[in-house]
């Protein structure tokens, strides 16, 4: 439901998870809703109606009429829906009417008795605050009758709470703020639902399989299989109508005639059905379906609205969804043992746990894990992702014990801000590493403006995924090779690598690959040589990398590692082992073994690397604490920096957005209210006079312009603004003024002045654009400084990105350029110009004067500030931004502002 109101769209209908692992439908009331509002209002228990309307009314048609109709502004209503009997049914409702002075409003909640508990109107709440924010509205108001005492209600929801009593009654004025205590109490309501909801999916006491089949060669068939194959701990139920027993196991018709309990049902029948089925697993009381069927949004229109009507199934019936066209689960935990997929490879136990969105990659997955014998703790496929999302996932296996490390392979991740703020909470913790497809540039859209076409996308994927904390990885090859590691070994505590080969070559591939990818080959102390040269008996050059030479015994190997792994002068060890013929390579496995429980003690990991050899096969160290081992050192040195560039982004600090003082946001809505009202070409351009106004109500520097409608006009603002000056072309409909010869700069006198403004006329009007020529733009010339480009487009996706880098007419050309998400912090501030590759430009590079870049960083955080306040601004162009030297500030000489 889309309700437009206050000149800009709000998206009102949502899902929710209850603290039952229920799920739930929200949405605004309507006016059509006055039935099921009375039949809400008749399930009601008398005490409950009395504690709501504090008497006992009668409520009929007219009371309907008037609670159904809200304005969406002043007055809301949001209901809590679920299937009752076959039919829709109201079970909760909470509501705000706005108060005279506009900054306060009064609030009510009230549930259906057979619903209270489970967190409904606490959903309610802190969407009803969350919209109540966006009106302008800081300060809920309620009356609570004393006996209740439902004061608790608010305040465990996080609200600073005041109250009065009189008569039995409390009077509660609460601030609804986004304060930290409220973001953390959501987390944790958010947190303990979604898991809640989950063990039905990963850990289920009964599951029944719809759809299973004798057929050997259908999926029902090898789903229930697999099941029954690998040990499944709780009770299993095949469904189907058309035989008596599959694998020796007694058929049900239909999930409505089993007769105990179903909390997961696995639905493997065709699309057309799957609705229907769906329908009676609700009606059974079933916790949540896995819907490996395909045949949904992936066929096209058809499947799509088949997706749609199965998320209003479940939604109505309280069922979390995995699917559809999914391959459904594997959960190793012995207590459990669940391989309810179609794959026949149940992997070994282990600490790894991987969420998989493409089923056809799940097999591979799998296989590819038992090879390397690489533990998994769980395995989930998400399929068209109608439900479940990465995000919930990642909210399970955060506070899964099994679980060490999370791999990802997604094509999508949902709503980009909350996968980020859950990823980046998860991630502290366990690392995250992905690889997602849809890399390549054939997605990336035509953009408006430099800043739309140079922040795609892509790049805000890969700013997502370092604000959140994730390691990316190209191929699924690289994210196995990283899970090794970071599965098995501690964390690296810096980036000084040590190398020992028994070969010279692949000590000098390991080498070039440690170089490339940032690492430190530091030379080995002197105290360290001095103890290796008591430990080699023979003559070789002790260098980093250290070469043994083929003539290397087990021991010596040992005895080498043993000092490097006690030597402060170093992070981590990576063991080169040549098979030779003059010795067993089981004898340096026996002394890698001995050797890795030394490394943990000292917390540096050791990577090992058997040429031609990958994975975990040898088992060489204890469970969970595994030497990972490497077919090629390149391999085993890019999974090292992988690891190096986790445990940074685990320790960066988070930054904050600050509040920035003296801005006019009440002025800034007001100038864009009155474009949007006046105009109605879309899309829309602010003129340099609108711009000049926006700016100045954030404090942005912007060089002195008036605008001229004629040569005469042009003249005097020259004379006013003192020459030399810029002469360019006014026009909200031509962008590039550049590129139709509509700037020329350095402009010097009156008589030049004049024909530049004739030079523009006749040029708009050669190309036919006359019309669109509303004047000319008279700027102060700044000529020293840096040219900068900064900008905002808004992404369909990630929303606003914005981008800072070298400007200027070549800005689209070089692309030399950093984005970040919105909102900027102070941390994302001072590192988006640190991140571009001629950042030492700016730092007094061969002479040039050290730029005043904390001007340019309070420039990026000011119009954070302002896209904050004024979402309707959908491109904005700064270029060239003038970064003055040290102390003087910048200029911005051109700027450009599109409105959505």
Same mark, same amino acid.
């Given at each position: 439901?889309?309700i437009? !109101?206050?000149?800009?769209?709000?998206?009102?209908?949502?899902?929710?998870?209850?603290?039952?692992?229920?799920?739930?439908?929200?949405?605004?009331?309507?006016?059509?809703?006055?039935?099921?509002?009375?039949?809400?209002?008749?399930?009601?228990?008398?005490?409950?109606? %009395?504690?709501?309307?504090q008497h006992?009314p009668?409520?009929?048609?007219?009371?309907?009429?008037?609670?159904?109709s809200?304005? %969406?502004?002043?007055?809301?209503?949001?209901?809590?829906?679920?299937?009752?009997?076959?039919?829709?049914?109201?079970? /909760?409702?909470?509501?705000?009417?706005?108060?005279?002075?506009?900054?306060?409003a009064e @609030?009510?909640?009230?549930?259906?008795?057979?619903?209270?508990?489970?967190?409904?109107?606490? =959903? &309610?709440?802190?969407?009803?605050?969350?919209?109540a924010?966006?009106?302008?509205?800081?300060?809920?108001?309620?009356?609570?009758?004393?006996?209740?005492?439902?004061?608790?209600?608010?305040?465990?929801?996080?609200?600073?709470?005041?109250?009065?009593?009189?008569?039995?009654?409390?009077?509660?004025?609460?601030?609804?703020?986004?304060?930290? =205590?409220?973001?953390?109490?959501?987390?944790?309501? $958010?947190?303990?639902?979604?898991?809640?909801?989950?063990?039905?999916?990963?850990?289920?006491?009964?599951?029944?399989?719809?759809?299973?089949?004798?057929?050997?060669?259908?999926?029902?068939?090898?789903?229930?299989?697999?099941?029954?194959?690998?040990?499944?701990?709780? !009770?299993?139920?095949?469904?189907?109508?058309?035989?008596?027993?599959?694998?020796?196991?007694? !058929?049900?018709?239909?999930?409505?005639?089993?007769?105990?309990?179903?909390?997961?049902?696995?639905?493997? @029948?065709?699309?057309p059905?799957?609705?229907?089925?769906?329908?009676?697993?609700?009606?059974?009381?079933?916790?949540?379906?896995?819907?490996?069927?395909d045949g949904?949004?992936?066929?096209?229109?058809?499947?799509?609205?088949?997706?749609?009507?199965?998320? $209003?199934?479940?939604?109505?019936?309280?069922?979390?969804? &995995?699917?559809?066209?999914?391959?459904?689960?594997?959960?190793?935990?012995?207590?459990?043992?669940?391989?309810?997929?179609?794959?026949?490879?149940?992997?070994?136990?282990?600490?790894?746990?991987?969420?998989?969105?493409?089923?056809?990659?799940?097999l591979?997955?799998l296989?590819?894990?038992?090879?390397?014998?690489?533990?998994?703790?769980?395995?989930?496929?998400?399929?068209?992702?109608?439900?479940?999302?990465p995000?919930?996932?990642?909210q %399970?296996?955060?506070?899964?014990?099994?679980?060490?490390v999370?791999?990802?392979y997604?094509?999508?991740?949902g709503?980009?801000?909350?996968?980020?703020?859950?990823?980046?909470?998860?991630?502290?913790k366990?690392?995250?590493?992905?690889?997602?497809s849809?890399?390549?540039?054939?997605?990336?859209?035509?953009?408006?403006?430099?800043?739309?076409?140079?922040?795609?996308?892509?790049?805000?994927?890969?700013?997502?995924?370092r604000?959140?904390?994730?390691?990316?990885?190209?191929?699924?090859?690289?994210?196995?090779e990283?899970?090794?590691?970071?599965?098995?070994?501690?964390?690296?505590?810096?980036?000084?690598?040590?190398?020992?080969? #028994?070969g010279?070559?692949?000590?000098?591939?390991?080498?070039?690959?440690?170089?490339?990818?940032?690492?430190? &080959?530091?030379?080995?102390?002197?105290?360290?040589? $001095?103890?290796?040269?008591?430990?080699?008996?023979r003559?070789?050059?002790?260098?980093?990398?250290?070469?043994?030479t083929?003539?290397?015994?087990?021991g010596e190997?040992?005895?080498?590692?043993?000092?490097?792994?006690?030597?402060?002068?170093?992070?981590?060890?990576l063991?080169?082992?040549?098979?030779?013929v003059?010795?067993?390579?089981?004898?340096?496995?026996?002394?890698?073994?001995?050797?890795?429980?030394?490394?943990?003690?000292?917390?540096?990991?050791?990577?090992?690397?058997?040429?031609?050899?990958?994975?975990?096969?040898?088992?060489?160290?204890?469970?969970?604490?595994?030497?990972?081992?490497?077919?090629?050192?390149?391999?085993?040195?890019s999974?090292?920096?992988?690891?190096?560039?986790?445990?940074?982004?685990?320790?960066?600090?988070?930054?904050a @957005?600050?509040?920035?003082?003296?801005?006019?946001?009440?002025?800034?809505?007001?100038?864009?209210?009155?474009?949007?009202?006046?105009?109605?070409?879309?899309?829309?351009?602010?003129?340099?006079?609108?711009?000049?106004?926006?700016?100045?109500?954030?404090?942005?520097?912007?060089?002195?312009?008036?605008?001229?409608?004629?040569?005469?006009?042009?003249?005097?603002?020259?004379?006013?603004? /003192?020459?030399?000056?810029?002469v360019?072309l006014?026009?909200?409909?031509?962008?590039?003024?550049?590129?139709?010869?509509?700037?020329?700069? #350095?402009?010097?006198?009156?008589?030049?002045?004049?024909?530049?403004?004739?030079?523009? $006329? =006749?040029?708009?009007?050669?190309?036919?654009?006359?019309?669109?020529?509303?004047?000319?733009?008279?700027?102060?010339? @700044?000529?020293?400084?840096?040219?900068?480009?900064?900008g905002? !487009?808004?992404?369909?996706?990630? /929303?606003?990105?914005?981008?800072?880098?070298?400007?200027?007419?070549?800005?689209?050309?070089?692309?030399?350029?950093?984005?970040?998400?919105?909102?900027?912090?102070?941390?994302?501030?001072?590192?988006?110009?640190?991140?571009?590759?001629?950042?030492?430009?700016?730092?007094?590079?061969?002479?040039?004067?050290?730029?005043?870049t904390?001007?340019?960083?309070?420039?990026?955080?000011?119009?954070?500030?302002?896209i904050?306040?004024?979402?309707?601004?959908?491109?904005?162009?700064?270029?060239?931004?003038?970064?003055?030297?040290l102390?003087?500030?910048?200029?911005?000489?051109?700027?450009?502002?599109?409105?959505?």
């Open positions: 439901m889309n437009e !109101t206050n000149s800009y769209p709000i998206h009102y209908e949502t899902d929710a998870v209850l603290k039952d692992g229920s799920s739930i439908l929200l949405r605004p009331i309507k006016r059509e809703d006055t039935q099921l509002w009375l039949d809400f209002i008749g399930r009601l228990n008398p005490r409950t109606k %009395y504690l709501h309307f006992m009668y409520l009929g048609d007219e009371d309907a009429v008037r609670a159904c809200v304005d %969406y502004n002043n007055t809301l209503a949001l209901v809590a829906e679920l299937m009752k009997d076959e039919h829709r049914a109201i079970v /909760g409702i909470g509501r705000y009417y706005r108060l005279p002075d506009h900054r306060s @609030v009510t909640f009230i549930t259906e008795d057979a619903h209270q508990g489970k967190g409904i109107a606490t =959903r &309610l709440l802190g969407w009803l605050a969350n919209i924010r966006d009106k302008g509205i800081d300060m809920f108001e309620t009356d609570v009758i004393a006996e209740e005492n439902q004061l608790a209600f608010f305040r465990d929801y996080g609200f600073h709470i005041a109250s009065s009593v009189e008569s039995g009654v409390h009077h509660v004025i609460f601030p609804i703020a986004k304060t930290r =205590r409220v973001i953390k109490k959501d987390e944790e309501r $958010e947190s303990s639902s979604t898991i809640a909801s989950l063990q039905y999916i990963l850990s289920p006491r009964s599951v029944a399989v719809i759809g299973a089949s004798r057929d050997p060669n259908s999926i029902g068939n090898v789903l229930f299989r697999c099941i029954l194959q690998f040990g499944f701990s709780g !009770t299993i139920y095949p469904v189907n109508p058309n035989a008596d027993a599959v694998l020796g196991v007694k !058929t049900h018709a239909s999930v409505l005639d089993i007769p105990d309990k179903v909390e997961l049902a696995i639905i493997a @029948v065709p699309a059905i799957v609705a229907k089925v769906s329908h009676d697993c609700g009606r059974k009381g079933v916790r949540a379906l896995i819907v490996i069927s949904f949004k992936e066929i096209g229109p058809e499947g799509m609205a088949r997706e749609r009507e199965l998320r $209003e199934i479940s939604l109505g019936h309280g069922m979390r969804v &995995l699917g559809p066209n999914c391959m459904g689960v594997i959960n190793t935990d012995p207590g459990i043992s669940l391989n309810a997929t179609f794959s026949p490879v149940y992997p070994p136990r282990g600490n790894v746990a991987f969420l998989s969105q493409s089923g056809a990659m799940g591979a997955i296989e590819y894990a038992r090879d390397l014998n690489m533990g998994i703790s769980s395995f989930v496929s998400f399929g068209n992702r109608v439900d479940i999302s995000s919930d996932l990642l %399970y296996w955060e506070k899964d014990p099994a679980t060490k999370i791999l990802l997604i094509e999508s991740f709503s980009p801000e909350k996968f980020a703020r859950i990823a980046r909470r998860v991630s502290r366990k690392p995250i590493v992905v690889v997602k849809g890399t390549t540039q054939a997605g990336i859209r035509a953009a408006a403006s430099h800043t739309g076409a140079i922040a795609t996308s892509e790049a805000a994927t890969d700013v997502l995924f604000h959140a904390g994730i390691v990316r990885v190209n191929t699924m090859e690289e994210l196995f990283v899970a090794a590691l970071l599965s098995n070994q501690p964390l690296p505590g810096g980036k000084r690598l040590v190398i020992v080969t #028994n010279g070559g692949p000590g000098i591939i390991a080498a070039d690959a440690a170089e490339q990818n940032g690492l430190k &080959l530091n030379p080995l102390s002197q105290a360290t040589v $001095e103890r290796l040269g008591s430990a080699i008996k003559k070789v050059s002790l260098n980093n990398p250290l070469d043994t083929a003539g290397v015994s087990a190997f040992e005895n080498i590692l043993r000092i490097l792994a006690s030597d402060p002068e170093n992070d981590a060890v063991a080169i082992f040549v098979p030779p003059v010795i067993d390579p089981k004898a340096i496995e026996n002394a890698l073994q001995r050797v890795a429980s030394v490394f943990w003690r000292h917390r540096k990991p050791l990577l090992a690397c058997f040429l031609g050899r990958r994975g975990l096969q040898a088992r060489i160290g204890a469970a969970g604490r595994y030497v990972p081992c490497y077919a090629f050192p390149e391999e085993a040195v999974a090292l920096a992988r690891a190096i560039e986790y445990a940074e982004l685990k320790t960066k600090p988070k930054g @957005v600050p509040v920035i003082l003296g801005t006019r946001p009440a002025k800034a809505r007001e100038i864009v209210e009155s474009v949007l009202r006046s105009r109605t070409q879309r899309p829309i351009w602010l003129s340099a006079q609108e711009i000049i106004g926006l700016l100045k109500c954030y404090g942005i520097r912007m060089v002195e312009t008036i605008t001229a409608k004629t040569a005469a006009e042009a003249v005097s603002a020259a004379k006013h603004i /003192g020459f030399p000056v810029a360019k006014a026009s909200t409909t031509i962008v590039h003024k550049t590129e139709v010869g509509g700037v020329i700069l #350095n402009v010097d006198s009156v008589e030049g002045v004049e024909k530049a403004f004739d030079n523009i $006329e =006749r040029i708009v009007t050669r190309i036919g654009r006359k019309d669109e020529m509303e004047g000319v733009i008279i700027q102060q010339m @700044v000529k020293e400084g840096i040219e900068a480009i900064v905002m !487009t808004y992404d369909p996706q990630f /929303g606003p990105l914005i981008m800072f880098g070298l400007g200027g007419v070549y800005a689209e050309l070089i692309k030399d350029t950093a984005i970040r998400l919105h909102p900027l912090t102070d941390l994302d501030a001072h590192e988006i110009m640190q991140s571009i590759k001629m950042a030492r430009l700016f730092e007094g590079y061969r002479g040039f004067p050290t730029s005043d904390k001007a340019i960083e309070d420039l990026l955080l000011r119009l954070s500030a302002m904050e306040d004024m979402p309707q601004i959908a491109d904005l162009d700064f270029n060239p931004v003038k970064v003055l030297p102390g003087q500030g910048y200029w911005i000489a051109d700027a450009r502002i599109m409105l959505k």
